[in-house]
T-cell receptor, first 117, second 113 residues
Framework: AQSVTQLDSQVPVFEEAPVELRCNYS??????LFWYVQYPNQGLQLLLK??????LVESINGFEAEFNKSQTSFHLRKPSVHISDTAEYFC???????????????FGQGTILTVHP | ETGVTQTPRHLVMGMTNKKSLKCEQH?????MYWYKQSAKKPLELMFV???????ENNSVPSRFSPECPNSSHLFLHLHTLQPEDSALYLC????????????FGSGTRLTVV
């Protein structure tokens, strides 16, 4: 069975500092990987995704994530965070089981990123 | 506008009330989902619908009753809820393939008093 583990439940960081949110997955088949962001009292928004090709994927607001197959990881990074990046971040995985697969996502437990001034 | 609209945004209901949450998507997606998000708990998948048919029910109590009349609309009917059912209820939709991911609504913040 596929699973996702986000290693840190909370990450406090100062503004303009770099940050890494860690995500590891377990799967016996090829996977697709996603990062979602959730601001307070809102739904989840897709931040970036890895489907195939280049293992480094980027978002429009400066986040990037690198797919590492050997370490089964998909860590999210940003070189310099802003106050507005304060949110909860979810890593998710789906897999192509073929046939009746409907692309079900399995989510990690979430990491709350708090950026302090 | 996210493409998935949930109403109402906030709902306060008594334990004897009956209410419904509504979710609507105009993205042409074939799959729709209900999630429950409680404070300090992981996202809990409640129900999955594919092409209007329920394909997953994760042992959700019968006081939650989903309805999917067509691929664009999803309801969650609520009756005789408990205070511990207070949470953010999220609806999502997807194209159905493994590489598409989900589009989420903004959620309904439910408080049971």
């Amino acid at each position: 069975a596929q699973s996702v583990t986000q290693l840190d439940s909370q990450v406090p960081v100062f503004e303009e500092a770099p940050v890494e949110l860690r995500c590891n997955y377990s799967s016996s088949v090829s996977v697709y990987l996603f990062w979602y962001v959730q601001y307070p009292n809102q739904g989840l928004q897709l931040l970036l995704k890895y489907l195939s090709g280049s293992t480094l994927v980027e978002s429009i607001n400066g986040f990037e994530a690198e797919f590492n197959k050997s370490q089964t990881s998909f860590h999210l990074r940003k070189p310099s965070v802003h106050i507005s990046d304060t949110a909860e971040y979810f890593c998710a995985v789906s897999w192509d089981a073929g046939g009746t697969s409907y692309g079900k996502l399995t989510f990690g437990q979430g990491t709350i990123l708090t950026v302090h001034p | 506008e996210t493409g998935v609209t949930q109403t109402p945004r906030h709902l306060v209901m008594g334990m004897t009330n009956k209410k419904s949450l509504k979710c609507e998507q105009h993205l042409g997606h074939n799959a729709m989902y209900w999630y429950k998000q409680s404070a300090k708990k992981p996202l809990e998948l409640m129900f999955v619908y594919n092409f209007k048919e329920q394909t997953e029910n994760n042992s959700v109590p019968s006081r939650f009753s989903p309805e999917c009349p067509n691929s664009s609309h999803l309801f969650l009917h609520l009756h005789t809820l408990q205070p511990e059912d207070s949470a953010l209820y999220l609806c999502a939709s997807s194209q159905g393939g493994a590489n598409y991911g989900y589009t989420f609504g903004s959620g309904t913040r439910l408080t049971v008093v």
